[in-house]
């Protein structure tokens, strides 16, 4: 979907980042559009249930489990980095 190459190159650590960062942009475009924020929650859920699924609200407890990982995670790097900063 996002590339020509063969799916051997996928160990190819250049261009499996190129393949994710171009899914994860799907993802954020998609959620907007139907009017869901780009929150790192709802693109976590998106990535691992998939974009219908949290369209549809029909989201797996796992997914949702994941996603709540994924933001947690997500918040704490930020505020490592805000406080990074302030020194």
Avoid: C
């Avoid at 959620?31 to 790192?40: K, N, Q, S, V």
Wanted: glycine letters at 6%; hydrophobic letters at 40%.
């Amino acid at each position: 979907m996002y590339s020509r190459r063969p799916f051997y190159e996928a160990i190819n650590r250049q261009y499996s980042d190129e393949v994710a960062i171009k899914h994860y942009e799907w993802l954020k475009e998609g959620l907007a559009r139907a009017g869901f924020g780009a929150t790192p929650y709802n693109i976590a859920m998106a990535w691992n249930a998939g974009l219908d699924a949290v369209v549809g609200h029909h989201v797996p407890s796992a997914s949702r489990g994941y996603a709540e990982q994924v933001s947690n995670i997500a918040a704490e790097v930020k505020r490592n980095e805000v406080a990074s900063t302030a020194q």
